[in-house]
């Protein structure tokens, strides 16, 4: 899986690309050098062959034939570097001078030019042949042949095409190689920043992204996401505090408030108490509003649970279901709870029992006569580097709660719609949920039970 990714990723492609022009241009290199050298001996071999032929002939006309082959002896005894290979006959066809046999296999190329034995080099292809020879006519019937042989030249141009192919070879194989591992590592190093954003994320807004293993670009990223969060940290104490603020100074006059409605109840006649006790009842529900807005202030401004005691999760639930059963059975609501193993996490018992109580209390709310809750508890064991999780459902057959919705419903005071005038609440308890949730590097989840809302809460394995 991780080569798939090395093999798609932007770097490695770039780096591909790149080889492959290098590459590219490597073999027009080579078949430039290869044409060039070709064309450049066969130029000088040709013209030797022609400036020979022109000196056999003065010598011809000067001293005749003991002349011309004077003249080959010395040459065969003295042309050592690049030999020219000689051939005169009369006109019987009979061998009068020089080191090539009377009768080679010639065969006609355009120009005069003949060839025997040897693969021959043009640019339309090449023809068998050993030899690049060439002749002419002298009197008396008399015939001169000036042939070169080529094999060292095509033997070096090989041996510089095979230099230069098994380096583009090389360039291919190395420039692929090192793009493969330059690639990996830049991955390695952004699944590693993925990897502590995610920490950040689950951790709170306090943590920063760790810049000791981070060089170049990547730490340059790293820096300016680091001064993101200290931004945005920054923003969220000032909402916060506001809302702190707000809450403790309206908290503080409605207790006053509430307490001397309550000293004024006592000495009013029944028919005012009653409207005294609607006052009161306002009052609560404010101040329930209010230290719900405190305790997420104070969940979301703290970091994950870092210590906590062991609790047992399925007499916690035990102790919710006890709680809200009287309720459920008044109601005509069957409320279930199954638990048969003993399943253990790391928490504060007091928020998770409010945070059961909060979802618990939801199910039965909007659970119509007759209809069921179900409470479920499950765990997913440990697998290689995924650590395991306990995964707590309330299932009801209520309602539920459209898709669309099911991601605001977190919000702080936002309700659904359809809920607003049948059911009294501040739109807090999910807020609290998730912030407790989140407290405990849990997870929540809204799904559909058909009919009703399913709730599935995730919390760690100890």
Sequence with gaps: MKIRKVLTSITFRYIA??????????FLLLAFLYGYFSYTYFSELSASIVDELDTIELVYRGQSIPGVEQYIDDRLAINEIDPLYYLVSDAQGNKVAGNLP???????????????????????????AEFLARAITLDEGFRAVVAGNYADAVEKTELVFRTLFRAMIATLILGLTGGFISASATLDRIERLKSELST????????RLQLGREL??????????????DQMELLMQGVRSV???????????LTRMRNHLSQLRSDLETASKADVDSIIEECDEL??????????SALEAGSALSGGADIELGALLRDVVELYEPVAEERGIDIRFECHQVYYCKGEIDLLFQM????????????????SVELRLQTRPAQNDVPGMHSIIIADSGAGIPPAERKNVFRRFYRVEASRGEKPGHGLGLSLVQAIVHYHRGGIELGSNNPGLLVRVKLPQL
């Design 200 to 207: 950040v994320i689950r951790g709170g807004p306090g943590q």
């Design 243 to 253: 809302s702190d603020n707000i809450a403790h100074d309206l908290r503080t006059p």
């Design 17 to 26: 690309r790149y080889v492959m022009a290098l590459s590219a241009t490597v």
């Design 356 to 371: 059961f109580a909060n979802l618990v209390d939801n199910a039965v709310k909007y659970t119509p006569s007759q209809g």
């Design 287 to 296: 101040l329930t509003s209010f230290n719900a807005l405190l305790r997420i």
């Design 102 to 128: 009377v009768s080679p296999r010639y065969r006609e190329f355009s120009g005069g030019w003949m060839g025997f034995q040897i693969d021959l080099l043009e640019w339309g292809g090449s023809t068998e």
């Design 216 to 229: 170049g670009s990547v730490r340059e990223l790293a820096v300016m996401m680091n001064d993101i969060l």
